[in-house]
């Protein structure tokens, strides 16, 4: 192994020299450590990292601002073919570079621990190995602290093997390396050969207080990374998955963990913020956070595959942060921090241009504070479904049950900002409606299975009464239809739900003639879109992609309809537009490309249904 003293060309992108700017969203995979996560482009990249917890201020942002957000780069010095896959059945990312001279690649994992003081190191290990012939590398560490608000120094840290320490304000990192490094004004950077068979490793700690920076050497990178694989396909060992798709699912469920928040059971909506759903749109959101909705249906996809013990967390999560607290008082927050906090203000990033451009980013989302009725169906069936496949909840869960269930019999018939949050006024959404009996009927079906005392009488009545508005003002003569809002005529692909949630038979002559309508209008090749915001405004400017979680749910609904070889081939397509790794975001836009903050939990949960019962039908 050699080294040179010439420092790199500091005005190379992050990719390095002719590479874009920003990758496609597409072209990354995830690691993390059950507290934090980094995203890993296929150029070797991180651009996307929060040390110690998923909504800490960023370190390194480039994929928010290509020239202010940080990066920590590193690849080979030449030019290079590259491909990315996971370490089979774990959350090990590996890069590979194919070069004239030689093959390399790029090992990235976060070390999982149950040492609650090493946990608090957040060890990010980079193995950088020569598999053939000879490369030249270059690495540029440059993290840009809160955003890129907070500035920092570097100095050396002569006690622990002379290793560069990145100072801020809020947080520092000490970075250690088997090969030289110098620093650079406040980047450090380092350009070494490898030959065949030799290795590197950089390590990136969080450090401060009792934590000191530790040397990584390359003997414990390697026990480290075993130890990694290990507790990944231990873990998924668990899966009761057997069925055709069990690549696609088990990638879902490693992702579903990855998002998972283990100090509290939390599990997020996504690991970054303000990834546009529209490149130069507006449509921006920060997804750190636990969405009640998306995280209940975690716990469904989670159960099914035999995950009880992260049903078990988030159950916990609810009852420290979220039901006990709010059942008796009003509504129920549409979202949480991960450690259960409320306020979560909104505000925007104005000195970051935003992927592409796109401008506004924002931390902290305002939705927190809209009304959404529907999330007491997610909420309560989730309960409803951890008793029967998890544990049998307690007297005081159930408690906070029949509270939750007397709230909504009072409060149902009301507009809300619905499911989709959009910021154009509350209005009467049908899929609200829906979810409200679904948390009606999920806790009287609980109570008759458990005998548990409940107010069965009023609760029936108010059922029934939710059933009736719905196949009445819900349902469109027009349109032959079920449609987004009562006594309207726009269609929305969250009716999907209703012979999901079992509210009406799949087979329903109704039913079919919407869940047509939805394909005429709605779907293209497999592809859903939410709605129409032409037809519907709702409140912002801009185009959005289709829905991918109402992708696989239409997938679903095919199923039960007894179309299970059109809802195979719908199920197929949607599985090409994964990226190489296997992972979606939010929407997919109009020529494939992945739009939204990614990875995103609600799809890749409903992508685990839709396979669960895809496979049931086929046989």
């Excluded at 320490?165 to 050969?193: I, M, N």
């Excluded at 692909?493 to 005429?520: E, H, N, Q, R, Y």
């Excluded at 992609?545 to 949607?574: H, N, Q």
């Excluded at 939990?601 to 409903?606: K, N, V, W, Y």
């Amino acid at each position: 192994m050699t080294t040179t003293k010439e420092a790199p060309d500091v005005a190379r992108g992050p990719g390095g020299e002719g590479s874009p700017r920003y990758l496609p969203v597409s072209e990354h995979g995830l690691i993390g450590d059950l507290r934090s996560a980094a995203l890993v482009g296929t150029n070797g990249t991180i651009d996307w990292y929060c040390s110690g917890r998923f909504d800490a201020p960023s370190v390194f942002a480039s994929i928010l601002d290509a020239e202010k957000g940080g990066s920590f780069q590193l690849a080979p010095d030449v030019p290079t073919r590259t491909k990315q896959f996971y370490f089979p059945d774990t959350n090990v990312l590996i890069t590979r570079f194919f070069a004239d001279d030689g093959v390399g690649e790029i090992q990235d994992f976060m070390p999982i621990t149950d040492d609650s003081r090493e946990a608090d190191r957040h060890r990010l290990i980079r193995r950088v190995v020569c598999v053939r012939g000879s490369l030249p590398f270059r690495a540029r560490v440059a993290p840009r602290f809160a955003y890129g608000t907070e500035p920092h120094v570097v100095r050396t840290d002569t006690e622990h093997g002379h290793c560069p320490v990145f100072e801020s304000a809020s947080c520092t990192l000490a970075l250690t390396s088997s090969v030289p490094v110098e620093t650079d004004g406040q980047d450090v950077w380092s350009l070494f050969k490898l030959h065949e068979g030799e290795t590197a490793v950089f390590a990136l700690d969080q450090v401060g207080g009792e934590l000191a920076p530790r040397c990584c050497p390359l003997a414990e990178a390697e026990e480290e990374f075993e130890a990694t694989v290990r507790y990944w396909r231990r873990w998924l060992s668990r899966s009761r998955y057997r069925g055709r798709w069990r690549e696609m699912v088990h990638r879902s469920a490693l992702t579903l963990k990855l998002l998972t928040y283990a100090p509290t059971g939390a599990i997020i909506a996504a690991p970054t913020t303000s990834l546009p759903e529209q490149v130069g749109g507006e449509r921006n959101w920060d997804y750190r956070y636990v969405w009640i909705r998306d995280a209940a249906f975690c716990v469904y996809a989670l159960l099914r595959l035999g995950f009880t013990d992260e049903a078990q967390a988030f159950m916990q999560y609810l009852n420290e942060h979220v039901c006990i607290a709010c059942a008796r008082s009003g509504p129920l927050q549409i979202m949480y921090g991960i450690d259960g906090r409320r306020e979560l203000p909104e505000r925007e990033l104005t000195h970051l241009e935003g992927y592409l451009g796109s401008a506004p980013v924002r931390v902290g989302n305002s939705a927190v504070d809209q009304l959404q009725l529907d999330i007491y169906g997610a909420l309560i069936d989730s309960i409803y479904l951890y008793d029967k496949w998890g544990e049998p909840i307690s007297s005081a869960q159930w408690d906070t049950v029949t509270d939750l269930v007397d709230w909504v019999c009072e409060n149902w018939d009301q507009p809300d900002e619905g499911v989709w949050e959009t910021r154009g006024g509350r209005k009467n959404f049908l899929y609200s409606r829906l979810m409200c009996w679904v948390a009606i009927e999920r806790a009287m079906r609980l109570a008759q299975h458990r005998g548990l005392p409940a107010d069965m009488t009023r609760w029936g009545g108010v059922r029934d009464t939710i059933y009736r508005q719905i196949m009445q003002r819900g349902w469109s003569p027009e349109r032959k239809a079920f449609v987004q809002h009562q006594e309207d005529s726009v269609l929305d692909a969250s009716v999907l739900m209703m012979p999901l949630a079992k509210f009406i038979s799949p087979t329903d002559p109704k039913w079919l003639s919407t869940l047509d309508a939805l394909g005429d209008e709605l779907v293209s090749d497999s592809l859903v879109y939410r709605y129409d915001p032409q037809a519907s405004p709702d409140g912002l400017r801009g185009e959005e992609g289709t829905f991918s979680i109402c992708s696989f749910w239409y997938v679903e609904a095919l199923t039960r309809a007894g179309r299970p070889d059109e809802a195979r081939l719908a199920f197929e397509k949607m599985l090409t537009y994964a990226n190489h790794l296997g992972l979606y975001a939010e929407e997919i836009g109009r020529t494939g490309e992945q739009n939204g903050n990614f990875p995103q939990a609600f799809t890749h949960l409903s992508l685990i249904s839709a396979a669960f019962n895809l496979d049931k039908a086929l046989g």
